[in-house]
């Protein structure tokens, strides 16, 4: 079986992305209070308190500067641990997909379906950040507007990674390997929490060649600070090809694991 | 206007492989529209993978597989529409309650919401689970999460049931209760396939029925016309005992030795009965109807429950 294979969707897949949100909804109080909670507590901590001790980076103050990361992290982590953990619990333990493809939906449909719920988790997630530290006035308007459509790509992305390694995990306890070996990491070096420029120059290319999360800081960031970067249309591209690419492979992936 | 009569599954030479492993070898069978159908065989027998390949969820691996008069490979969506599914694991969403978790299964057969409303109250009132509308799945007992799933299978009014072993680990009550289910579906018209390792929900069901084992079809016919073909009406048993085979070899009666009892199989348990008693010495002597699992058992030598 191709593993690139083009999959064939249909409207269909929304009820799957709507199967999630019923659930997400019925217990939205709780599922609110996260994205709610994070950006003030690493702020408080980083902005404001070891920020006191870091001068302004490239006349930013740090607040100013990680502010946009923390979004750009949220949007990470969101559709990665709802695309790993989330699924891999409906598909393995629950059945939630071989009750599904039992109806007229196909395999495809449902994985479709899981990862623009996954991007939707992002976009949640992001949107309540933005509205919390727009509250601080470290980010410009109207230009971190566009963070709101660009959070749904970003989710995209890594919903679509994360379906990857929950089609080739073989439990659920290998789920914690591309946690700790690759998001962790990411959340470090993707110039979150200093600039790219301080790395030497193997480690900066490979963050800008195979860290997603780079991409995703900088684009976000760019749109806090309204100065778009000479990088932002590259990352944009990088964006929206290793999404598609790893879509079609997530969805043929998940067909081989589950289709025997 | 000529009407041909397709059959609601056609299958020829069907064949399914998991790596090296064939799980269904060479099978062929028609069910009719309207029928009760089972597959009885004991665990392992290839019963759910043939199952999965008429849900059209799992591939054939050779052979001819026609649902509705469409091929499973290529007209999938088309055959899942008009098909109702209980599965072998009952598979019920546990987010959601009793009503939601029929109401969100309507939506992927894209049922209008009055619709599904409609039906899902009429169903849960046919299973006997109003009361329970607003369970979590987790607090209903085996019996209801197995008339739940039928629910749920019959939630696009399919012209076709397909029932995995569908009163599988359930007291007595709650598998007649399934039973009824299932003979009012096919007072209704809807065609019901089913699978079992129980011979007793074999012979009360079915209209027609295959014996599986060890990936193959055995037989196929009406029950108790299999039990007549192979067994006679009744089985006269004596405990194996080397005096009662001279007897038997002398009075020129048919026999055989199967799990340390001697068989005879007969049309007349009376008649017979009463000859060996006169005849032979034979001890403790009883006489029963034959069954399924004696045809099973001739067939293959083996239990279906071992
Ligand atoms: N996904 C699979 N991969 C490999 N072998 C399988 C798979 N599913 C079933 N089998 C094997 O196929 C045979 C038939 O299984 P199954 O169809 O479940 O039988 P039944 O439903 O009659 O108990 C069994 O030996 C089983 O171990
Ligand atoms: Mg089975």
């Known amino acids: 079986m191709a593993y690139f294979e083009i999959p064939k969707l249909s409207r269909m897949v929304s009820k799957v992305w709507l199967r999630n949100w019923d659930v997400f909804m019925k217990t939205f109080k709780v599922n609110f209070v996260p994205p709610f909670i994070e950006p003030l507590l690493y702020l408080f901590a980083l902005g404001f308190g070891l920020g006191t001790f870091i001068e302004d980076i490239d006349g930013i103050s740090y607040a100013r500067f990680i502010a946009p990361a923390l979004i750009a992290i949220s949007i990470m982590n969101s559709s990665f641990f709802e695309c790993t953990y989330g699924s891999y619990v409906r598909m393995y333990y629950q059945k939630t997909f071989d009750a599904i493809i ?36 470290l980010i410009e308007f109207p230009s971190s507007l566009l963070i709101i459509p660009f959070s749904f790509l970003g989710g995209l992305l890594f919903a679509s990674i994360a379906m990857c390694f929950t089609a080739t995990s073989p439990n659920i306890n290998t789920l914690n390997y591309p946690s700790f070996l690759f998001i962790s990491p990411m959340f470090l070096f993707s110039g979150t929490f200093f600039p790219l420029s301080v790395l030497p120059d193997p480690v900066r290319y490979f963050a800008i060649a195979a860290l997603p999360l780079t991409h995703v800081v900088s684009i976000v960031r760019s749109l806090t600070l309204a100065a778009p970067g000479e990088f932002i249309l590259f990352s944009l591209l990088w964006i929206v090809v290793v999404s598609l690419v790893l879509f079609v492979l997530a969805v043929n992936l998940m067909k081989k694991r589950l289709i025997v | 206007m000529v009407v041909v009569e397709v059959p609601v599954i056609e299958a020829h030479g069907l064949r399914k492989q998991y790596g090296d492993f064939v799980a269904v070898d060479d099978v062929s069978f028609s069910v009719n529209e309207g029928e009760v159908f089972g597959f009885l065989g004991p665990n392992g027998a290839g019963k759910t993978t043939l199952m999965k390949m008429i849900q059209c969820v799992s591939p054939k691996t050779g052979g001819k597989l026609e649902v509705f008069g469409m091929d499973v490979d290529t007209h999938p969506r088309e055959i899942k529409k008009l098909m109702g599914v209980v599965p072998q694991d009952s598979n019920l969403d546990p987010d959601f309650s009793v009503y939601a978790n029929l109401m969100v299964y309507s939506r992927y057969f894209n049922i209008p919401h009055a619709d ?41 009014k399919p012209r076709l049931i ?15 209760l399934i039973w009824d289910k299932l003979k009012s579906l096919r007072a209704q018209g809807i065609t019901v396939v089913l699978t079992t390792h129980y011979l007793d929900e074999a012979s ?35 405990e194996e005992n080397p005096a009662a085979i001279k007897c038997l070899e002398r009075e020129g009666t048919k026999y055989e030795v199967v799990r340390g009892m001697i068989q005879i199989y007969t049309n007349h348990p009376r008649e017979m009965t009463a000859a060996l008693l006169s005849n032979c010495d034979l001890g403790k002597i009883t006489a029963r109807s034959a069954t399924l699992e004696d045809v099973f058992l001739k067939l293959t030598g083996r239990k279906l429950r071992e």
């Open chain 1, 102 to 137: 039992a109806t007229p939906l196909s395999i495809e449909e449902v994985i479709a379906g899981e990862i623009l719920w996954g991007a939707t988790r992002s976009f949640i997630n992001a949107v309540i950040m933005l509205v919390v530290i727009s509250f601080f006035g």
């Open chain 2, 116 to 156: 599904a409303k409609a039906m899902t109250e009429e169903l849960l009132d046919f299973v006997q689970l109003k009361e329970k509308k607003d369970t979590i799945i987790e607090y209903l007992s085996g019996g209801m999460k197995r008339r739940l799933v039928l629910a749920r299978g019959l939630i696009n």
């Open chain 2, 162 to 176: 397909i029932l995995d072993e569908p009163t599988i680990g359930l007291d007595p009550q709650a598998r007649h």
């Open chain 2, 204 to 238: 009360q069901l079915c209209d027609r029925l295959v014996i599986m084992n060890q990936s193959k079809i055995l037989v196929e016919g009406k029950p108790d016309d299999l039990i007549k073909k192979y067994i006679g009406t009744d089985i006269v048993e004596v």
